[in-house]
C-alpha cells in the first residue's frame, strides 16, 4: 500500500473507511505484546529448573531488566512515530521483539536470555504510543475513548492466552518451541503492518530531535507540577504501590506448583478463561464507573478506587494465605485480575484532567515510567531475592512469605488514593483558576 496524507482525526465526523478492521489488527498486536511479555512469568517453572536460576536471577529477568528500558523509552518512542511514517516504524519494533523472543528460546544461560530480555523492552516500546496515534488518526475525538478502551482489551486478553499457551500448546511442544513459534508469527504480522498505508504526511527526522529536545525539557517542569498537585500525586504514588502485588504474582506459576502443588495445565486453561472475561471486564467498568462517580458524588475518581481497594484487598490476602482449588483460591485470582483492571482508567483520567494541556502527554509519560520501573520492574527483583532470602533462613513457604510481604507494601496504595480524593476538589478548583 501506498503512503498517503490525509487531514488529522480531529478533523472528522465519521471513522475512516477501514477503521475497525485496522483497529482489530492493532488489538491483535497487543495481545502478542502482553502474550510475548507475560510468557516468561508462566514458563517460570521450565525456565528456573532447566536453566538452573535463583529467584533473584528470574525476579531480574522478568523485572528491571525488561521494565527499565521499556519504561524510559515508550514516550520517546511516541515523540519518533509522530514524525516519521507510523506503520513501518511498528513494524520494525514488532520484528525486533519478536526475532529476539525467539532468541529467547534458545538461551542455555542468566546470560543467554538477559541479552534479549532486556532488548525486547526495547522493540516492545514502540507499540501502544505508535498505535494509539494511528488509532487517533482514523477515529473522530467523540470515539476515540471507544476505540482507545477496544485496544487496551488486548492487556488482560493478551495475559490470558500466555496461560492458554502454556496449557495448551506448550504440553505438546514444549516451553522452547512456544518461543519460536511467538517470534514467527510476530514477524509474520509485522510483515503485514508494514504494508498498511500513512494516513498523514511525516514530520522531518529533525522534528523527532526537537521535540524529545522539548520533552526532556518539559520534564521538570512536569514533576514540579506533579509533586505541586496532591490528586495526581498520590493517584500514581497508588498506582505504583498497587503493582507492587503485581510484581509479587509474576511467580505465581511458581508458587502455584512449587508451593501448593497444582496442575499447572487445567489450572492455567481457568486463568486463561478469568482474564478474557474478567480481566477485560475490569478494564472496561473502571473507566466508566469512574467517570460516573465523579459526575455523580463530586469526589475525585481515586475515591472509587479506594472502596474497590477496601473491599477486594483482605480476599488478596485470604488468597494467599489458603490453599489451591478451592473458592478463595479462585475468587482471590479473579479479584486480583478485576481490581488491575480498573486501576488505570480513573488513575489516567484523573492524571490528563488535573495537568495543564502543554505538559499533559509528559505527565502520563512520567506515570508511565513510574508504574513500569518502580511499581513493577523493582518490586518483580526484589521478590526473587526475598524469595532466595527467605529459602536460605529456611522458611518452608518462602514464596507466600514474599507474597505477603509484598501485599502488605502494597496496601500503601489505599492511603495513597484517599489522599488523592480528598485533595481533589482543591486541585480542580486551582487548574481552573
Request: glycine share 12%.
Amino acid at each position: 500500500m501506498t503512503e498517503q496524507s490525509a487531514p488529522m482525526a480531529q478533523g472528522l465526523s465519521t471513522a475512516r473507511p477501514g477503521a475497525y478492521g485496522f483497529l482489530g489488527f492493532m488489538v491483535l498486536l497487543n495481545i502478542m505484546n502482553i502474550l510475548d511479555r507475560q510468557l516468561l512469568p508462566t514458563f517460570a517453572n521450565e525456565i528456573i529448573d532447566e536453566l538452573k536460576l535463583s529467584n533473584g536471577e528470574f525476579g531480574l529477568l522478568t523485572g528491571i531488566m525488561f521494565t527499565l528500558m521499556y519504561g524510559f523509552l515508550s514516550p520517546f518512542m511516541g515523540v519518533i512515530a509522530d514524525t516519521t511514517h507510523r506503520p513501518r516504524f511498528a513494524a520494525v519494533g514488532l520484528a525486533l521483539w519478536s526475532a529476539l523472543t525467539a532468541a529467547s528460546g534458545a538461551a542455555r544461560s542468566f546470560a543467554g536470555l538477559a541479552v534479549p530480555r532486556i532488548l525486547i523492552g526495547v522493540g516492545e516500546s514502540t507499540l501502544t504510543p505508535t498505535a494509539l496515534s494511528m488509532i487517533s488518526s482514523r477515529f473522530p475525538a467523540a470515539r476515540l475513548g471507544f476505540a482507545t478502551g477496544v485496544y487496551y482489551a488486548g492487556v488482560p486478553l493478551g495475559a490470558g492466552a500466555a496461560y492458554l499457551v502454556a496449557s495448551q500448546i506448550a504440553p505438546v511442544i514444549g516451553w522452547r518451541n512456544c518461543f519460536f513459534l511467538l517470534g514467527g508469527v510476530g514477524i509474520a504480522l509485522a510483515l503485514i503492518l508494514a504494508t498498511f498505508r500513512e494516513t498523514r504526511a511525516p514530520a522531518s527526522g529533525g522534528g523527532a530531535a526537537r521535540r524529545i529536545g522539548g520533552m526532556l525539557a518539559l520534564a521538570p517542569e512536569t514533576l514540579m507540577i506533579i509533586l505541586r498537585t496532591p490528586t495526581v500525586l498520590f493517584s500514581v504514588l497508588g498506582a505504583v504501590m498497587l503493582h507492587v502485588a503485581v510484581g509479587a504474582a509474576q511467580f505465581d506459576a511458581r508458587w502455584w506448583r512449587v508451593e501448593l502443588g497444582l496442575d499447572l495445565s487445567p489450572l492455567f486453561l481457568k486463568i486463561a478463561l478469568i482474564y478474557a472475561t474478567i480481566g477485560v471486564a475490569g478494564n472496561i467498568i473502571g473507566g466508566a464507573l469512574g467517570d460516573w462517580w465523579q459526575r455523580t458524588t463530586g469526589q475525585g475518581r481515586p475515591m472509587l478506587l479506594v472502596w474497590l481497594f477496601l473491599i477486594l484487598s483482605p480476599i488478596g490476602f485470604l488468597y494467599r494465605l489458603g490453599e489451591g482449588d478451592t473458592p478463595i483460591f479462585w475468587l482471590g485470582i479473579a479479584a486480583g485480575i478485576f481490581q488491575l483492571g480498573t486501576l488505570y482508567g480513573p488513575v489516567v483520567g484523573t492524571v490528563q484532567e488535573l495537568t495543564p494541556d502543554r505538559v499533559r502527554a509528559t505527565a502520563v509519560a512520567l506515570f508511565v515510567m513510574a508504574v513500569n520501573v518502580i511499581g513493577l520492574g523493582i518490586s518483580v527483583t526484589v521478590g526473587g531475592y526475598l524469595i532466595d532470602w527467605f529459602e536460605a533462613l529456611g522458611r518452608p513457604r518462602p514464596i507466600t512469605d514474599m507474597m505477603i510481604v509484598l501485599n502488605v507494601v502494597s496496601l500503601l496504595a489505599i492511603p495513597c488514593l484517599w489522599i488523592a480524593a480528598r485533595s481533589y476538589a482543591k486541585d480542580r478548583a486551582r487548574l481552573a483558576t
